[in-house]
């Protein structure tokens, strides 16, 4: 069975969903409650709403800190990775040791994968992570200073939201040259 949880976060309510191998999905914030739980059940609609589990609580924690913009680490949340393709985890794994306030490239993180020719098979994987923030696929800039893209909610600008809460350089920079 799938549940949910929403939690209030400094710039909005995020929500997470986690089944029996842990979490499943991870929404962003959202300006009121009502639209995360809408959000969220589109993509789970069997999930029910239950306060978060004792090992998902420090997740949340995290991630209201990081909305502050603390540093937090959220490496050690638990997911659910048979739900997602082989390649796809070993971006995720890549993309998750990114610490806040830095960056990877695409091309950088298909490096790490062995084959600088997989950049667009990275952005591809990005766009699909069903767990943002807490795999920090706004970590994940183009090259040459580029922002690049980003699937929630907003684009780009929330992207760039998140990095700038986290002081990220890649923030200023594309605010600079857009």
């Not at 990005?126 to 696929?137: A, E």
């Amino acid at each position: 069975m799938t549940k949910y949880t929403l939690f209030e976060t400094a710039i909005g309510w995020a929500g997470l969903a986690w089944g029996e191998h842990g979490l499943v999905g991870v929404h962003l914030p959202e300006r009121e409650p009502g639209i995360a739980r809408r959000s969220l059940l589109r993509r789970f609609a069997d999930a029910v709403e239950a306060g978060p589990t004792e090992d998902l609580a420090p997740v949340v924690e995290a991630i209201r800190a990081l909305m502050r913009g603390e540093k937090a680490d959220l490496t050690g949340a638990p997911l659910d990775l048979a739900r997602v393709p082989a390649f796809n985890a070993k971006v995720y794994e890549i993309a998750r040791r990114i610490p806040p306030g830095e960056t990877l490239t695409y091309g950088e993180i298909a490096v790490r994968l062995g084959d600088k020719l997989l950049a667009r098979d990275v952005g591809a994987a990005l766009g699909q992570n069903p767990w943002p923030i807490v795999v920090p696929c706004h970590r994940v800039t183009a090259a040459g200073g580029k922002l690049g893209g980003f699937s929630a909610r907003g684009g780009a600008r929330t992207k760039l939201r998140l990095l700038a809460i986290e002081g990220a350089p890649a923030a200023a920079q594309a605010e600079l040259f857009g």
